[in-house]
């Protein structure tokens, strides 16, 4: 619907930095709800049904690492973490659970809401290049909906969250050719090419997606290392129509 309004939740321990946000993100457009620590993060995301969270890592309770293993046992919602730990190892721990991406503390309001719009934006696009027109393609007993955004393994359905999922459909849209990490950064994440950041935040996402798809992510088959280069998802070469 025109008149949706999609609802973030913002979950900081800060009072000052809710404030702040729900004050920001409402003047351009969003419904905004907040908790002031993980448990009550938990209970306001079943009650509100957000369609993006902001998570901070430090607080009391239950910390953002915590809150975001508990959110990601029943939801694909895209998760953005807030973090003052200087330690990218402390970062990519996040991602490592199933954040979508993060930002360092102290932080611009206005690069925040660039990521929150980033990533609205990545979950909800459809339709890449290159996907043929029935909108599904199979590989080995992996079955790839990019109209419905499911994947299926065999006959179970695989939850990815939706960075997950625009992540493979980019490298499907290609197979057999490789992007660097700067390019997957740009396509998925929507970082320019002048902004540095981290490029562990695809090989984590990389990782869980292996997890999820390879039969033994630790020889993968079907998304591939290219030395030197990034990944690549093997080329698909039997023909999509039914």
């Known amino acids: 619907m025109e008149n949706h309004k999609e609802k973030i939740l913002v979950v900081d321990d800060e009072a000052s930095i ?12 969003y419904d905004v709800v907040t908790a002031a620590d993980g448990e009550e993060a938990l209970e306001t ?5 957000p369609d993006l969270v902001v998570l901070d890592v430090m607080m009391p309770k239950l910390d953002g690492y915590g809150v975001c293993q508990e959110l990601r046992k029943e939801s694909d919602v895209p998760i953005i973490m807030l973090t003052a730990l200087g330690d990218v190892a402390d970062r990519i721990t996040g991602l490592e659970l199933g954040a979508d991406d993060y930002v360092v503390k102290p932080f611009s309001p206005k690069e925040l809401e660039a990521r929150i719009r980033s990533v609205l934006r990545r979950v909800e696009k459809t339709g890449a290049s290159g996907i043929p027109s029935s909108g599904v393609i199979h590989v080995a007993n992996i079955r790839i ?18 960075m997950e999922f625009s992540l493979l459909e980019l490298l499907v849209s290609k197979s057999g050719d490789p992007f660097s990490r700067s390019e997957i950064l ?10 540095h950041v981290d490029t562990r935040v695809v090989d984590v ?3 869980r997606l292996r997890a999820k798809l390879e039969d033994d992510p630790s020889n993968p088959e ?16 039997e023909a999509e129509e039914a």
Do not use: C
């Not at 079907?222 to 070469?237: E, H, M, P, S, V």
């Open 45 to 49: 995301f079943r009650t509100e049904n």
């Open 222 to 237: 079907l998304i591939l290392t290219a030395r030197g280069t990034g990944y690549l998802f093997q080329r698909i070469i």
């Open 186 to 195: 740009q396509e998925v994440w929507g970082y320019t090419p002048e902004r």
């Open 18 to 29: 809710r404030r702040i946000l729900e004050t920001r993100l409402s003047m351009i457009g």
């Open 205 to 207: 996402h990389i990782s």
């Open 145 to 162: 909906d990019t109209n419905k955004r499911q994947v299926y393994k065999g006959d179970e359905r695989i939850r990815l969250t939706g």
